[in-house]
């Protein structure tokens, strides 16, 4: 008899040293007792066919997927769900049992999760959201907002053809600003999200005046690096309830950490801990 070989899974990306995937599926295998592993691989965009090839073979059940290869993989997975076609990026892969590479994308999942555990009274219908930024994350907001019912998504990105070409993808509730106008996105916003790296460590401010924010709004940044980022304190400072991005980290990864070993993982403060003392 054949002893079943034990559960792999992992995190693909380049560079993939600053990830703390790693850090958070580890903590989750340790704590729940289940046997298996999580490995950081730094892969080339040249490799990735190949590697994703061998990966089955070595005991992988699936890989998380992150900057470069979020598009790419798109086009070298068997299946893709309607989200991650929606989102045009994946960022989770599942190795099936007949063979075929399942991708899906959680991030629009990971950042609703985030909001409903830390601001339970939230209520995405009750008004627009303001959405600053029009990279890969900014598409899996607004998709999720949009189906949550949100009547009216405004967009504001530096360079506004960005943005235009996300308005083009999801429809007429997208409605763009120019980054000149920026400060009037927040007003009578229900829901606020900094998708920008702006506010980051080692990136530029974030500068937009945020005096038409209303104390009602519940106020999201994506940047977890500083934890309480510039955008969150003047946030909190006009009385808004603030969610910083790293719950979105968290529960991002739930969904195929179930998938691949087996067991869905309990999102609280140990596992925050866990992922912020690396």
Known sequence: ????????????GSPIAHSRSPL????????????GYYIPMDVMQADLPQVLQALPKAGFRGVNVTLPHKETVLQLADVVTDRAALIGSANTLIFRSDGKIHADNTDGYGFTANL???APDWQPESGPA????????????????LELGVPEVRLTNRTRQRA??????????????DWGHASELPIGAATVVNTTSLGMVGKSEFRVPLDGLSPD?????????????????????????V??????LLHQGAPGFERWFGQRPVIDEATRAAVLAG
């Not at 959405?131 to 999720?144: P, Y």
């Not at 235009?164 to 600003?177: H, K, M, P, Q, T």
Request: glycine content about 12%; aromatic content about 6%; hydrophobic content about 50%.
């Open 217 to 241: 709004a519940v106020v999201n940044d994506l940047v977890y690096t500083p934890l309480m980022t510039p955008f969150l304190q003047a946030a909190a400072e006009r009385g808004c309830t």
């Open 116 to 118: 409903r555990q830390n």
């Open 130 to 145: 303001a959405v600053f930024g029009a990279g890969g994350a900014a598409r899996a907001v607004i998709a999720s907002l």
């Open 24 to 35: 958070l599926h580890g903590h989750w295998l340790r704590t729940m007792g289940l046997p």
């Open 164 to 177: 235009e070409i996300l308005r083009a993808s999801f429809g007429a509730r997208v409605v763009v600003y």
């Open 243 to 248: 969610v910083d991005g790293l719950g979105m």
């Open 1 to 12: 008899m054949t002893a079943e070989k034990i559960p792999l899974a992992g995190v693909i």
